[in-house]
């Protein structure tokens, strides 16, 4: 592996919700776990937890964004020029079609559904009954399903994206 991947795979980020009640950590680019307060789970309904796991889904993505684009300065700035030229309208058109591009994750049986669109506006949902049906290590585990769904889900999404536009750049 390159240096850039084998920084991006030693990644390891961990945010908190808004009070603290739930975080999430990400190692590398796929492996989400989730933890929550001490009796956090057993209290919650499923419109508080699906608004937390929002939350954290945001912040760990603006988080993974931050260190990506520091993984990439550090190993790839040597080798860049200080001059960035103009955005193409190749680049433009680009940025526009990842921007578009809806992505989904479930956990088995669909009680989390975890979705996001162009990479930037992030939902989590919570069937109703989760909560009853699951103890709180089962529900983190299918987090945990839905999370890495999604992840994949985006990847299969921007190959399919990405060789549009070489395709096109080819011809």
């Given at each position: 592996?390159?240096?850039?991947?084998?920084?991006?795979?030693?990644?390891?980020?961990?945010?908190?919700?808004?009070g603290?009640?739930?975080?999430?950590?990400?190692?590398?680019?796929?492996?989400?776990?989730?933890?929550?307060?001490?009796?956090?789970?057993?209290?919650?309904?499923?419109?508080?937890?699906?608004w937390?796991?929002?939350?954290?889904a945001?912040?760990?993505?603006?988080?993974r964004?931050r260190?990506?684009?520091?993984?990439?300065?550090?190993?790839?700035?040597?080798?860049r020029?200080?001059?960035r030229?103009?955005?193409?309208?190749?680049?433009?058109?680009?940025?526009?079609?990842?921007?578009?591009?809806?992505a989904?994750?479930?956990?088995?049986?669909r009680?989390?559904?975890?979705?996001?669109?162009?990479?930037?506006?992030?939902?989590?949902?919570?069937?109703?009954?989760?909560?009853?049906?699951?103890?709180?290590?089962?529900?983190?585990?299918?987090?945990?399903?839905?999370?890495?769904?999604?992840?994949?889900?985006?990847?299969?999404?921007?190959?399919?994206?990405?060789?549009?536009?070489?395709?096109?750049?080819?011809?």
């Amino acid at each position: 592996m390159g240096a850039l991947a084998d920084r991006l795979d030693r990644m390891r980020m961990t945010v908190h919700a808004p009070g603290g009640k739930a975080w999430a950590t990400l190692i590398g680019s796929r492996d989400v776990t989730l933890s929550f307060l001490s009796g956090y789970y057993g209290r919650v309904d499923e419109r508080e937890l699906a608004w937390t796991l929002t939350a954290v889904a945001r912040l760990l993505w603006v988080e993974r964004t931050r260190a990506l684009r520091a993984a990439v300065q550090e190993v790839l700035a040597p080798a860049r020029s200080p001059e960035r030229p103009p955005r193409t309208a190749r680049e433009v058109a680009f940025d526009k079609a990842r921007d578009e591009l809806v992505a989904e994750g479930y956990s088995p049986g669909r009680r989390v559904v975890v979705t996001t669109l162009g990479l930037r506006s992030w939902q989590v949902r919570v069937a109703p009954g989760t909560i009853r049906a699951l103890d709180e290590q089962e529900f983190c585990a299918a987090v945990r399903v839905a999370a890495d769904g999604v992840i994949q889900d985006v990847r299969d999404k921007m190959i399919v994206v990405k060789a549009g536009f070489e395709q096109a750049g080819a011809s």
